[in-house]
């Protein structure tokens, strides 16, 4: 009786992590950051990768973001700060 109990809450809460969308396909952080972050943010702002960790999750509150989104968004800025500056031509 007691695994019985045990099996139905597990299933019960797989089902409701689907129906919360927690397991589904991956998100673009990119897409999160324009819908979400460049309301008020429009450069991407370049930290070390501890503190964008951070500031990641204050804004998930402050956003209203899920932590899937809150993940995705802080992959996508940690990818796009590793991306070196582009050089003019002209050496300067």
Known sequence: MRRR???AAI???IVARCFAGEISAPLD????Y?????RCHRAIHTFPPRMMATVTRHMQVRATLTRA??????QYLLES?????PVK???K
Request: proline share 3%; charged share 20%; hydrophobic share 35%.
């Open 5 to 7: 109990m045990w099996l």
């Open 11 to 13: 299933s019960l809460s």
């Open 34 to 38: 324009q819908n979400n972050c460049s």
């Open 29 to 32: 952080g990119e897409q999160v």
């Open 69 to 74: 989104e809150q993940k995705a968004v802080l």
């Open 89 to 91: 031509k002209d050496g």
């Open 81 to 85: 700060s590793a991306k070196p500056l």
